[in-house]
């Protein structure tokens, strides 16, 4: 994208909002009950979450759980979904009941008729029916799919109903024998983002790439992190955005040393760094950009080494990211341009070997070069297989974000003293490398200063 496409989109962008499709959310049910009856006849109870005080009578926002809404679409509160597995396989969903009175007060509700429709269920119940159905739905199955572990408060109910399966054993009724992990099949799914998750993950791609933008034109000395992070949550949210998709990260001077600082009050002076960590969530679906750039709009020379060692150290790691490729492959990659960058800038001795195998490096890289990416900012999804660093496939997102972070010390060259850069964009890996999804948040040392003087 062009700087002046980005500059004119800023400030008033259409947004399109696509209408609701239940296709792939009963696409991926399908393709768990699938997995779930290879292994038997299984019942699974994914429930998702309820609303959490703040403080005394005002709540958090709500979030779904990303399982939960990976399954169904579905978005309020106190809800679960129990898929039956085998011959007939069947998507019960059981949720709030319609109440006029409290749809007064708190807004629309599906009830179990609209929701079954809408979300293209074969059955729905309102949410009070739980304790009777699931003893009925679990009898005579071999085992129950559910995330133990996860909430005390569902584990104790998951055993109340076991309990009440077993009471019934002289009956002739058997209970479910097992109690597996159902975050095992959907964290491999997860993985893997499918079309209707790869759209999603572009708008919010885009929104974040112009939220970075205009806080690159916003910023110049004098300005305070929270005004620039106010920049961010207006583009996030102009752009159809729900909510950030973490806690955004402004960092000036020496506070972008810190790895998981928050936007703060503190002033953004000239001659320093501003490092931003912040991307939006669209529809359940995580961002993650971070940029770093100079205050005043020209980075000095330790500045511009710093950051050009950065941008190689991305730019490596960005070439052993295709189909194929090991995931510690990004890493090593960055590691190794980042190892000679501080030989170089006489911040380390030693040879590269050394400073590899040492593990000297970690005192200026303490972090990882990425992570997966999807409707959890740390996605779902295991990093090894067999005790092997898991290859890279077609459709798989992860960051780059590799970073350099040298705090003022006696033994540093006080040129280098409190520089923090990172550089994080969102690659999918594509049939034949990968896609950076995140291309049109400016990079360049020049596109950054071209920006930054308009
Ligand atoms: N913003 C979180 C991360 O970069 O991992
Ligand atoms: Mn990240
Ligand atoms: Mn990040």
């Known amino acids: 994208m062009r700087l002046e496409h980005i500059l004119a989109t800023t400030d008033a962008p259409a947004v399109d909002i696509p209408a609701f499709d239940a296709a792939p959310f009963v696409a991926r049910r399908q393709a768990l009950l699938r997995r779930m009856a290879e292994a038997g006849s299984g019942v699974a109870v994914i429930p998702t979450g309820g609303e959490r005080v703040r403080n005394r009578d005002a709540h958090f926002p709500f979030r779904f759980d990303s399982y939960f809404y990976y399954l169904t679409g579905f978005t309020e509160p106190d809800a679960v979904l129990v898929l039956v597995a085998g011959e007939s396989p069947r998507s019960i969903l059981f949720c709030l009941p319609k109440d006029e ?11 179990p008729e609209a929701a079954r429709q809408t979300f293209a269920m074969d059955e729905a119940y309102a949410l009070d029916a739980l304790d009777d159905k699931l003893p009925e739905l679990m009898a005579g199955r071999d085992a129950v799919w559910f995330s133990l572990g996860h909430d005390a408060a569902w584990d104790a109910r998951l055993n109340g109903w076991l309990n009440a399966v077993r009471g019934l054993v002289r009956t002739g009724v058997t209970a479910p ?11 491999e799914m997860r993985l893997v983002k499918d079309a209707s998750e790869l759209a999603t993950m ?13 806080a690159m034109r916003f910023t110049r000395p004098g300005v305070r992190e929270f005004q620039v992070e106010a920049e961010l949550l207006h583009e996030f949210r102009m752009g159809g955005a729900q909510s950030p998709a973490y806690g955004s990260i402004v960092a000036t001077g020496a506070n972008a040393c810190v790895l998981h600082y928050r936007a703060d009050s503190a002033v953004c002076r000239g001659g320093d760094l501003l490092l931003i960590d912040a991307g939006c969530e669209v529809d359940g679906y995580a961002s993650d950009i971070t940029r770093t750039f100079p205050v005043n709009g020209r980075f000095s020379g330790p500045q511009r ?13 960005f070439a052993a990211t295709a189909p194929g490729r090991h995931w510690n492959e990004p890493h090593d990659a960055a590691v190794q341009v980042l190892a000679q960058g501080f030989i170089d800038f006489g911040l380390l001795q030693g040879s590269l070997d050394g400073v590899v195998e040492s593990k000297a490096y970690g005192r200026f890289y303490m972090h990882r070069t990425g992570h997966w990416l999807g ?38 060259d006080g040129r280098f003293h409190d520089i923090g850069i990172r550089i994080e964009d969102d690659a999918l890996v594509t049939a034949d490398g990968h896609e950076n999804l995140t291309l049109a948040a400016p990079k360049s040392v020049a596109d950054i200063e071209a920006l930054m003087r308009r």
């Open 375 to 412: 409707l959890d900012v740390h996605d779902a999804g295991d990093y090894k297989l067999g005790g092997e660093w898991r290859a890279l496939v077609p459709g798989m997102v992860l960051t780059i974000e590799p970073g350099l972070y040298i705090r003022a010390a006696d033994d540093i």
């Open 177 to 187: 024998g097992t109690v597996r992990d159902v975050r095992v099949p959907l964290d």
């Open 202 to 214: 572009r708008r919010a791609a885009a929104i974040s790439c112009r939220a970075h933008a205009r």
């Open 305 to 317: 080494d710093c950051y050009e060692l950065v941008l190689a150290a991305q730019a490596a790691a």
């Open 101 to 111: 009175s409290r749809e007064i007060w708190d807004g629309y509700r599906h009830g």
